[in-house]
């Protein structure tokens, strides 16, 4: 019984429709509930008002003005907010108002409107499928992996022409979590993920591409297979191509769900990009069968990670040959330009701007055989342009690029889930492996 609860999808209109109509006829209750006259009526009502004004004007400021959270809110996020803070409204006024039953009714109206606009936030967002999934955030069954007896240079290319899949090989990858120790940088990370095809797990897996992800920020290791369906979408390719794919690797570039090291090293935040490139990559080369050139090796990510995507793919494309960029910023960021620089880069603006992808790109110069493939929201204006600005800086100095446009999705895991389905199968063609369709 508490396993189906969980695994209650709250996405569905199952879910959302009785959801929302019991919380609209509580709040008629609560706006007619005896005592009742016409005065006490319009004094609720106008209370609601103000409460929806009030909420869209702190989404306003908070969102648009402040921009604490790095996102630009969609009509149905404001319209939600706006409606959580006019049933607070009313639940204020009655509670004023007296009359325990009536109070009451007034908090259950509040409590059902609240988890209404909850259930609607997150489904415009496309975060949490069910509750699960929003009260464990890596449920993914820790393993260790031994270190290969081949090293990195000893190991052959795979040439997928010659590939059959052996007898015995699992129908579908999996997800575990690991440890990758942070022996170079000490910066202190969560667990990570890796996910591995099906050709992976067998007794003498092939040598593979890989892709190293990374989550946003607020996030978890996890999220891009939690949320994004990474793994789905790779199952997918890997059904239709005799179990070969990607191996993916998902460290923790961020140390907790609310920080944001930038994907840089700095004295105050850690280590994280030496986490990232040296000990990451060195764990990755000790304990799975990967190739060693870049051609092998993809960065992607979602906003923040996407941003530290870009970041590593323009400094080290010794290392990845390709990246997936979806809603990337312009430049490393935490709160505004000026807090970056104070807490990253040793008040130095020139070590800030040195930092953004751009830049990076044009110090390199020209890149050869370098693929990145942009993915952005169609309703999200501000990554839109950064990601247009990007795309023109990666074009100039060589790199190829693609620019998928989820439609009418803005900066959110829908917009994720819809350029991994369409990018993917690029930079999987790009990393050696057989091209296909949307996944």
């Not at 429709?17 to 509930?33: F, K, N, S």
């Not at 990370?189 to 040598?207: S, Y």
């Amino acid at each position: 019984m508490l396993h189906e609860l969980l695994r209650l999808k709250i996405t569905d209109s199952d879910v959302l429709v009785p959801v929302d109509v019991i919380a609209g006829l509580l709040v008629l209750w609560a706006l007619v509930v005896r005592p009742w006259s016409l005065s006490r009526f319009l004094v609720r009502i106008a209370a609601m008002g103000v409460g929806a004004v009030v909420g869209l004007g702190l989404v306003w400021w908070f969102g648009d003005v402040q921009d604490a959270f790095g996102v630009a809110f969609t009509p149905i996020t404001r319209m939600w907010v706006a409606f959580a803070v006019a049933a607070v409204a009313l639940l204020v006024t009655v509670a004023v108002q007296g009359g325990w039953g009536r109070r009451v009714i007034a908090l259950t109206a509040a409590a059902a409107v609240v988890l209404a606009a909850g259930l609607g936030v997150n489904v415009d967002f496309g975060f949490y499928k069910d509750i699960q999934q929003a009260l464990v955030t890596n449920p993914y069954p820790y393993k260790d992996l031994p270190v290969l007896a081949t090293g990195p240079t000893t190991r052959p290319a795979l040439d997928p022409s010659g590939w059959h899949a052996p007898a015995g090989m699992p129908a579908k990858g999996e997800a575990i979590s690991v440890r990758i120790p942070a022996t170079v940088s000490h910066f202190h990370a969560r667990k990570a993920v890796v996910w591995l095809p099906p050709a992976a797990r067998t007794a003498h897996p092939p040598t593979l591409p890989v892709i190293v992800a990374l989550s946003g920020q607020p996030g978890e290791p996890s999220d891009l297979f939690q949320t994004g369906d990474m793994g789905r979408f790779l199952d997918r390719y890997a059904a239709a191509h005799d179990g070969l794919a990607p191996i993916v690797v998902s460290p923790d570039q961020l140390g907790a769900p609310n920080r944001n090291p930038m994907c840089v090293d700095s004295r105050r935040l850690g280590r994280s990009e030496t986490y990232v490139m040296t000990d990451t990559v060195d764990w990755i080369r000790k304990h799975l069968p990967v190739a060693a050139a870049p051609s092998g090796w993809a960065v992607a990510g979602f906003s923040e990670g996407a941003t530290c995507a870009m970041q590593f793919s323009s400094e080290f494309p010794d290392v990845f040959g390709s990246a997936l960029a979806i809603s990337s910023e312009p430049a490393p960021l935490t709160g505004s330009a000026a807090n970056s620089i104070k807490v990253a880069f040793d008040g130095s603006a020139a070590k800030y701007r040195a930092a953004a992808p751009a830049a990076l790109m044009a110090a390199h110069g020209h890149y050869v055989d370098h693929l990145t493939v942009f993915g952005v929201g169609q309703d999200d204006a501000p990554y839109r342009r950064s990601t247009a600005m990007l795309d023109a800086a990666a074009r100039k100095v060589g790199i190829t690029t693609e620019v998928i446009v989820s439609p009418g999705s803005a900066h959110d895991w829908n917009t994720v889930r819809y350029v991994l389905a369409h990018g993917l199968p690029t930079v999987i063609a790009h990393l050696g492996l057989p091209a296909s369709g949307a996944l």
